[in-house]
């Protein structure tokens, strides 16, 4: 096992969500807590351990891909991959740091097809890759259906 590209594969998803946090820590007590949630919305002290394991699974299932080579068929996964690592920091971004809530779930939108489109390649390439992938998109459909409903509801 390339321990390597194991820790940097955790080290990268989890930096994506420190800076996608840094947008989110700042207004969850003050702007987010003002607003309209739907009534399935989680407790506020949910998210950062749910993230905390997402982010985790994600960096393990992008080195499983990522070990097996960059070849024809891993590099486009891995940059599919990539795309949606980057959508996923830009909606805590948009959401909570520009405070838009329309922008917002237009990013997340994207993003939960980011990760499908994601899984797909993974999963020609190492199934339980894909399979890590589950509890990270089962949750972005959570999300999408709480900024859908926030942004209904303000």
Same mark, same amino acid.
């Given at each position: !096992? $390339? /321990?390597?590209?194991? +820790? *940097?594969? +955790?080290?990268l998803c989890q930096l994506a969500g420190a800076i996608g946090s840094l947008a989110t820590v700042q207004n969850i007590t003050g702007w987010y807590l003002t607003l309209n949630k739907p @009534? @399935?919305?989680?407790?506020?002290?949910? @998210?950062?351990?749910? /993230?905390?394991?997402?982010?985790l699974l994600m960096g393990i299932?992008? @080195? !499983?891909?990522? $070990?097996?080579?960059?070849?024809k068929k891993t590099k486009p996964a891995i940059q599919i991959f990539g795309l949606q690592l980057g959508l996923n920091t830009? /909606?805590? #971004? =948009?959401f909570f740091?520009?405070?838009?809530?329309?922008?917002?779930?237009?990013?997340? =939108?994207?993003?939960w097809l980011a990760i499908l489109w994601t899984k797909l390649r993974?999963?020609?390439?190492?199934?339980? *890759? *894909? /399979?890590?992938?589950?509890?990270? +998109?089962?949750?972005?459909? #959570?999300?999408?259906a709480l900024n859908a409903g926030v942004w209904l509801l303000n």
């Open positions: !096992m $390339n /321990w390597w590209k194991l +820790i *940097a594969s +955790i080290l @009534f @399935f919305t989680p407790p506020n002290w949910a @998210f950062g351990p749910v /993230w905390l394991t997402l982010y299932s992008l @080195f !499983m891909v990522w $070990n097996k080579g960059v070849n830009l /909606w805590s #971004i =948009v740091g520009f405070q838009s809530i329309f922008a917002g779930l237009v990013v997340i =939108v994207l993003l993974f999963w020609k390439i190492s199934k339980p *890759a *894909a /399979w890590l992938l589950v509890p990270y +998109i089962v949750w972005v459909t #959570i999300a999408t």
